[in-house]
């Protein structure tokens, strides 16, 4: 029996390591106060400081600076919207600068007011804001914080998006349907947006709908990295997909995990948010399942996936996801018992009263951080290192 067998880990579980804005330099930071950061369903505050470690060379940006405690020098701004301010704060640690100061606020009939309070003219400015749920504000709020950025002279505007709502309306399914998808994208290009950092995009056609340059980048590699530490026997394990439409996300997840065989849960949609199961194509018995989606939203897909396995002889199943959107009633069908483990990224914030034991939620601080610098240093995307990021 043949174990898995992968790299050195890449995005510590425990640690939260910061870089200097210069070449070779490794840092530790202090934050202001503790993020809220969770393993296994329960509150705890990461590891800061300990032994320095030395990241591979593709790991190390270019960016070249005299003196790496100067901060104010560089022309890199990262400002962070209402959404999720947490990652943002990690994201700014593992670069080794600190947040930029913005004043967000809502009057009382609702309307968001944004202003900067630092200079950013001539700056390349990062915005992190998902449009998460509530999807309508977190999104206006964004477009706002673009704006005030292009009047205030920023010379690139970049919308780091971990998140994208409205990217399941991708396409028409009926008659007389919106695409959605599209009208946001043109949203935040009319609003001054220069390019867009996103996460594991609903649907890579997504991209295409800006008319601007759009960096993806993939959730993959900090899932792997968690799940090789499990040492779960590579003739025990396979993968599967929660529905047809997932089956390529499945495919290149297997082949990460020792080629790992898949398996595909068929499913007829009589709603939105409504899944009924069929059945199931390929094999399960006896072995260790892991579903794969890019997002879990009210987890009728998943859990009704999790049950045919069981059914099907399945030993245990384990759920992997970017996206923790968790609508009622996920966190009950979650924690029911179907699933070994749930496994998600922070791209959402997770509410305290969502947590329950199953849950690991890792850290994509570092993957989002590292593309940061790749970008503001106009790093080429087709160097090879770069894609074992998971960026397209």
Avoid at 9 to 28: D, E, G, H, I, Q
Avoid at 228 to 251: E, F, H, M, Q, Y
Avoid at 300 to 319: C, D, F, M, N, P
């Amino acid at each position: 029996m043949a174990a898995l067998a992968f790299s050195a880990s890449l995005f510590s579980m425990n640690k939260v390591r910061c870089r200097l804005p210069c070449r070779n330099a490794v840092v530790t930071c202090n934050l202001g106060e503790p993020l809220k950061y969770m393993y296994n369903g329960k509150p705890s505050v990461p590891i800061i400081g300990g032994e320095q470690v030395t990241f591979p060379s593709f790991l190390v940006s270019n960016q070249q600076e005299a003196d790496p405690f100067k901060k104010n020098d560089t022309r890199l701004r990262i400002f962070s919207g209402t959404a999720n301010p947490a990652l943002s704060q990690e994201i700014a640690c593992y670069m080794g600068l600190e947040l930029g100061k913005i004043k967000i606020k809502r009057f009382a009939d609702g309307e968001i007011y944004v202003q900067l309070q630092e200079s950013v003219r001539g700056c390349d400015v990062y915005l992190v804001q998902p449009t998460s749920p509530p999807a309508n504000e977190n999104l206006m709020e964004l477009l706002v914080m673009i704006d005030a950025c292009r009047r205030a002279s920023a010379k690139n505007i970049t919308a780091v998006i971990p998140y994208f709502g409205y990217a399941r309306a991708d396409r028409k399914t009926q008659g007389r349907e919106s695409i959605a998808a599209k009208l946001v994208a043109n949203l935040i290009t009319e609003a001054g947006a220069g390019r867009v950092l996103a996460c594991d995009l609903h649907s890579g056609q997504s991209m295409g709908y800006f008319d601007i340059p759009v960096d993806h980048v993939h959730g993959q590699p900090v899932i792997l990295d968690y799940l090789a530490s499990k040492t779960i026997c590579s003739d025990d394990l396979v993968v599967v997909s929660p529905d047809v439409g997932g089956v390529a996300r499945a495919r290149a997840f297997a082949k990460k995990l020792s080629d790992a065989p898949l398996a595909i849960v068929d499913k007829r949609r009589q709603g939105h948010n409504v899944a009924e199961v069929m059945n199931l194509i390929g094999d399960v018995r006896g072995k260790v399942a892991v579903m794969v989606d890019d997002m879990i939203d009210t987890a009728g897909t998943i859990s009704k996936g999790a049950a045919l396995l069981h059914q099907e002889g399945a030993r245990e199943v384990y759920a992997c996801t970017t996206h923790a959107v968790f609508s009622p009633p996920a966190i009950e069908r979650l924690s029911s018992g179907l699933f070994q483990e749930v496994i998600i990224t922070n791209t959402i914030p997770v509410a305290e009263k969502n947590y329950f034991p199953q849950l690991t939620v890792l850290s994509v601080a570092n993957l989002l951080g590292e593309t940061i610098w790749r970008v503001h240093d106009d790093c080429s995307g087709g160097f090879e290192p770069y894609s074992s990021l998971g960026i397209d």
